[in-house]
């Protein structure tokens, strides 16, 4: 009894711990008190996901989806969102991680292909494009590896013409 107990306690800790978080996110959200943003969450919870995001506060969305039920298409969302906005930071380290720490081999394919579908910056698509090209070339169909390949070799391209630029300078 007592360690059911102590069970729940944790449990309601990490939710008010959340919520207190998403009472700091900048832009501020509408709601003003813990209760209140339990109760939108539960009502509305792929609108308060979407908000949460914009703020591209990931790890804040991934404790509050353990609570909160949302779509698969919401969760792979969110690791095309954070896998691009580490990409846009030049983090490559860091997005390298986030797919080797994926789930399972499908989800790190779908959120590369969705990353890549985005139009990525060049440095982005270099990566992408690397990077399914070394995991999933078996797993994915021969006009979408050409395809890949064209992107990859285009970013080399477009990075040397770049450095060649630079150097002329």
């Known amino acids: 009894m007592e360690a059911s107990l102590k069970g729940e306690l944790e449990l309601r800790k990490r939710e008010l711990d959340i919520y207190q978080r998403m009472l700091n996110l900048q832009p501020a959200l509408p709601w003003a008190t813990w209760q209140e943003l ?3 969450s ?3 919870p792929e609108s308060m996901f979407s908000r949460m995001l914009e703020a591209r506060e990931f790890s804040l969305c991934a404790q509050w989806m353990v609570l909160y039920s949302v779509s698969e298409h919401l969760r792979l969302q969110l690791q095309t ?3 691009l906005h580490l990409l846009e930071k ?3 380290d ?3 991680q986030l797919l080797e ?3 399972d081999l499908t989800l790190g394919l779908e959120v590369c292909e969705h990353a890549l579908d985005r139009r990525p910056g060049l440095a982005a698509c270099h990566f992408l494009a690397n990077y399914l090209t070394l995991h999933f070339h078996s797993q ?3 006009a979408r590896r050409r395809h890949i390949h064209d992107l990859h070799l285009g ?3 477009s990075r040397f013409n770049y450095l060649y630029c630079i150097c002329e300078l």
Request: aromatic share 4%; glycine share 8%; net charge positive.
């Open 90 to 92: 030049g983090q490559t």
């Open 38 to 40: 339990r109760t939108e």
């Open 81 to 83: 969102e954070h896998l």
């Open 140 to 142: 994915v169909s021969p």
């Open 94 to 96: 860091d997005a390298f």
């Open 101 to 103: 720490g994926l789930s």
């Open 155 to 157: 970013s080399k391209v």
């Open 42 to 44: 539960r009502r509305a």
